[in-house]
């Protein structure tokens, strides 16, 4: 089925339009990075998840309203059983034209199982977390991930032709001396690398005033050593890139704390239980699973993402200090999705 764009864009008070949608497929993750859950996390009920159909829908309902971009996140998007199956039916929308981009961020473990099948449903481009290359490190920092397995689903991911984006958390004493080596290791393998600042989302095991690095400092540091150039490049996400003339390959740096980019903000995000945040630094949240299961027909569901924009705000409130206080949104990361 083509869907026929006609329906109006989605553009919210500030008059930003909404042409980027993340889904997190699933809560659930085989990791458990430090600073994005507690090891003794606890996962939705598979009863409260959506089905890969429903879920098909919903983003069906997006892109009739313009959304050209979709990123599926988690969790880990490719633990969620036969999510394959969901993104051979989504691409139906980039042969129709009507999305430009399907795309997914992952932790990389399971890659070499469906590298291959994601290139043939018109998957270009991965983004996958890597915060270390020192394998004790990552040990460390994800608990039971394995690096070489990762490294290995990296290579496969290049092998079947996907462009593959590491995005690698700053984090203070843990692997800020070893950036530069990630940006070499990144652009001698024809990748991009993005830093990202440490967000406050979610309760955690341990306090993260102490790993927040500011990316103003890492840039700093960095210029000490190599050669920026800023590029006005835009993928449609957050980042804003420099090329490293030493290297010839692209760094990007998403600084939601010492950079605020919510003025451009082009997206909006879906969780597994069909929840819209229309902000990841926001508790207000919109529920689109009752008019999705309401009628068989849209329109209650297009009503409720209409309102749902309305309301989106503009921008977050993040800080992180030595006040101890809660984390700005209680929610975590594996909710949304990043
Ligand atoms: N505060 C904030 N952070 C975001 C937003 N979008 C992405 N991020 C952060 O950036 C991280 C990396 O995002 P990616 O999943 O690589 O997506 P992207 O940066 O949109 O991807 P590209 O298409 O490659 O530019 C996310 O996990 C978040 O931590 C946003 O809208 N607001
Ligand atoms: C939540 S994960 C979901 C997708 C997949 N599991 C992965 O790790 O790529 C998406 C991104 O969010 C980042 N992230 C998680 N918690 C974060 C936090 N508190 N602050 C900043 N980024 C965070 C991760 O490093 C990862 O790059
Ligand atoms: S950052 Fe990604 S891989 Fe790490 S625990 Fe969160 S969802 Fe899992
Ligand atoms: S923090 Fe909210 S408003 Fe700012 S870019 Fe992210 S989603 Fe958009």
């Given at each position: 089925m083509t869907l026929t764009t006609t329906q109006p864009s989605l553009i919210d008070p500030f008059g930003r339009t909404i042409s980027y949608l993340r889904v997190?497929?699933?809560?659930?993750?085989d990791f458990r990075c430090v600073y994005c859950m507690a090891e003794d996390m606890t996962f939705l009920p598979k009863r409260d998840l959506l089905t890969l159909e429903e879920l098909d829908r919903l983003c069906s309902a997006f892109i009739a309203r313009g959304v050209k971009k979709l990123r599926l996140t988690g969790g880990e998007p490719l633990v969620r059983k036969n999510l394959m199956s969901l993104i051979e039916g989504l691409s139906r929308h980039l042969m129709s034209g009507d999305l430009e981009e399907l795309t997914l961020t992952t932790n990389g473990s399971q890659l070499r199982q469906h590298a291959q099948a994601l290139y043939q449903h018109g998957v270009r481009r991965v983004n996958v977390s890597l915060d270390t290359l020192d394998a004790d490190k990552f040990k460390a920092i994800?608990?039971?991930?394995?690096f070489d397995r990762v490294m290995d689903g990296i290579q496969a991911a290049q092998d079947a032709g996907l462009k593959v984006k590491l995005n690698a958390v700053a984090l203070r004493g843990f692997n800020e001396d070893e950036i530069p080596s990630m940006i070499a290791f990144a652009h001698e393998r024809d990748m991009d690398l993005t830093l990202i600042e440490t967000m406050p989302l979610g309760d955690i095991d341990g306090d993260r005033t102490d790993q927040y690095l500011p990316l103003s400092q890492v840039r700093k540091g960095l210029e000490g050593a190599f050669t920026l150039t800023d590029l006005p490049?835009?993928?449609?996400?957050p980042a804003r890139y420099v090329r490293i003339e030493e290297t010839g390959g692209r760094l990007g740096f998403i600084t939601p704390?010492?950079?605020?980019?919510?003025?451009?903000c082009n997206r909006v995000r879906v969780t597994c239980t069909g929840t819209l945040y229309m902000c990841l630094g926001q508790d207000d949240a919109a529920d689109l699973r009752e008019p999705l299961r309401a009628s068989e027909g849209d329109e209650l569901l297009q009503r409720a993402i209409d309102e749902a924009i309305g309301r989106k705000p503009k921008g977050h409130d993040f800080v992180i200090d030595?006040?101890?206080?809660?984390?700005?949104?209680?929610?975590?990361m594996s909710m949304t999705g990043g």
């Open positions: 997190s497929v699933t809560d659930r993750c994800t608990r039971w991930g394995d490049d835009q993928t449609g996400g704390l010492t950079h605020n980019f919510c003025e451009s030595r006040t101890g206080q809660a984390p700005a949104v209680a929610r975590h």
